[in-house]
């Protein structure tokens, strides 16, 4: 009995800790921490698909708590293309335009075009708030820009996730090399300051995969109530390695791969326990002779063909597989 005490006041005691530290969200990198995926890539419209980019274009949302009342900024890290990240063919010559909206249009939830997975729908819905193009200027090699200051009030207002919606459009509007560049979400112009309670998010993510056998890039999709199973399409997988999906439930599951410049789609059952919580797409590199420079484009459909979203911070944690274990009743020998 002394022992049963001194557990149950273990265990009052981590819960009241659990209590006492909030679980906040710091979300600002794109790609967030735990994804570990060094740029998202995006390419000039005269690029060639089998280069790992199905469209040209991106898509990214940012959300914003309601009760933060301060000006923030998105900021993007080396948008220009032709320094040290960006994926050179034959000359630098391409050009790369990030656009910020807000207002109605820019709540994909609400408004489904403004997703950019309907071919020949216009996505650039909203209020435009800020618009560049970049070249090849050295100045921002390397370096971030800023957009902003932008006002919470000027998203679109999601009353479920009690936040505003703010959508970041990247399109290669010339040239054919590729663009490598990441965000982060700040309350400051020239440093990465976290909005408490702040995420992104996007539909369809192109991404590039490091050029290192011992890193496993990760994405997160959120599965929200009502999901019994999702078809996930990826593209262009370039024969690098393996793509499996851990959960909660699932030790680790393998996905068809696609070919270069193929699209290829797959079936994956959702199990009770992995409701209203994240899956860990694992992208694991192919070992051997190191595929380098692999561009990767991955979606994600429920089986009533909506759009699943990947959370730069996955909703309720990364998610660990536990074991099932079961208990075998010891009958006393007579």
């Known amino acids: 009995m ?19 530290i909030p679980v906040q969200i710091l979300a600002q990198a794109v790609p967030g921490k735990d994804e ?3 740029f998202l890539v995006t ?11 199905d469209d040209f274009n991106q898509i990214f949302f940012f959300s914003i708590p309601k009760d933060f009342n301060q000006q923030f900024f998105i900021r993007v890290f080396d ?14 010559n391409s050009k790369t335009m990030f656009s910020v909206y807000g207002g109605k249009g820019a709540d994909p939830e609400v408004h489904e075009e403004s997703r950019g997975l309907l071919n020949g729908v216009n996505f650039k819905m909203g209020n435009l708030l800020a618009s560049r193009v970049f070249g090849t200027e050295a100045r921002y090699d390397n370096k971030y820009y800023s ?6 009030t000027e998203g679109e207002f999601n009353q479920k996730w009690n936040s505003y919606i703010f959508k970041v459009v990247i399109e290669g509007v010339a040239g054919d090399d590729g663009n490598l560049y990441r ?8 440093s990465n300051l976290a909005i408490e309670g702040a995420n992104a998010f996007t539909y369809e993510y192109t991404f590039r995969m490091w050029n290192d056998f011992k890193s496993i890039a990760h994405i997160y999709p959120y599965i929200d109530t009502g999901i019994v199973s999702i078809k996930q399409s990826n593209f262009d997988w370039d024969n690098d390695g393996k793509i499996m999906v851990v959960s909660k439930y699932k030790r680790g599951i393998v996905v068809p791969l696609s070919n270069e410049a193929e699209w290829i789609k797959s079936q994956i059952p959702v199990e009770p326990a992995e409701v209203n919580s994240s899956l860990d797409f694992q992208f694991h590199k192919r070992q051997g002779e190191l595929v380098k420079n692999n561009n990767v484009v991955i979606t994600l459909e429920n089986q009533r063909g909506d759009a699943l979203k990947f959370y730069s911070s996955p909703i309720g944690g990364v998610p660990v597989y536990v074991p099932k274990t079961s208990v075998t009743k010891i009958e006393p020998k007579k």
């Open 43 to 53: 390419f000039g419209k005269e690029g060639k698909i089998s280069w790992g980019d």
């Open 2 to 20: 002394k022992f049963e005490r001194s557990i149950y006041k273990i265990l009052v005691f981590i819960s009241f800790i659990g209590i006492m």
């Open 79 to 92: 948008p220009d293309c032709g320094g040290e990240h960006d994926e050179i063919q034959g000359e630098f």
């Open 183 to 190: 965000f982060f979400l700040s309350r400051d112009a020239n």
């Open 36 to 38: 570990n995926i060094p």
């Open 147 to 152: 957009f902003g200051p932008l006002n919470p």
